[in-house]
């Protein structure tokens, strides 16, 4: 293991880039189209919209008199390459924020501290590019248990799924939400991230 992480540190940064998207960008695309499908969140959006307008049963018949008139989209179901672009874009866009604001920030530190050595921005980057690859753990976690094991779920419970966290061992109904947003970020994960990151530099 120790070989392969350090065989992965001496290659080139790019190639670790692009590798983190697109395996991002798979699991991004699988988690959407097997565990989140439009099914799943659709209900969930019912449940929440039952609750809230119960008491107008008369304004939502007229409601959906209304929405019968109007004309949709036909070309409902198909792929969009607008929406699929716009998802890349996004994933791209979060990792490279992400990334580099991590290295900027290690980076700074490494050359106050050790001011007499030479560390290279790419030095620092390379092991925090490697690290971010923990963070697609808990996604794939999260769609081998909701395809595999749990196949009867709802919305509430994918979001409540935090593998490997604190949070698992609290109720999100019962806990504060301000205790339970505080609690679902300590995670195994996040101690890998940091781990490796260290090792790595």
């Known amino acids: ?31 959407n189209e097997f565990v989140t499908t439009d099914e799943v969140y659709n209900l969930y959006i019912d449940q929440l919209a039952e609750e809230k307008y119960s008491d107008y049963d008369s304004y939502l018949a007229d409601f959906e008199d209304d929405l019968e008139a109007i004309d949709l989209d036909e070309n409902e179901g198909e792929i969009d390459w607008e929406d699929i672009f716009y998802d890349c874009l996004f994933i ?34 390379k092991p925090v590019i490697l690290g971010s690859f923990i963070f697609l753990i808990p996604t794939l976690l999260t769609i081998l248990n909701f395809t595999l094991i749990t196949t009867d779920f709802t919305f509430q419970e ?3 799924f935090k593998p490997l966290s604190l949070a698992s061992l609290f109720d999100p ?26 090792w790595g530099i």
């Open 92 to 125: 791209i866009l979060q990792f490279i924020v992400s990334i580099l604001l991590v290295s900027l920030i290690l980076y700074g530190g490494i050359d106050l501290t050790y001011q007499q050595e030479e560390f290279s921005f790419r030095q620092v980057c």
């Open 173 to 198: 109904e019962e806990t504060p939400y301000w205790q339970y947003t505080f609690i679902k970020i300590i995670n195994v994960f996040e101690f890998l991230y940091v781990f490796l990151v260290s």
């Open 158 to 160: 994918v979001k409540a």
């Open 1 to 31: 293991m120790k070989g392969l992480l350090t065989s992965l540190l001496e290659s080139n940064g790019w190639g670790l880039l692009f590798l983190l998207f697109i395996a991002s960008f798979a699991l991004t695309f699988a988690d």
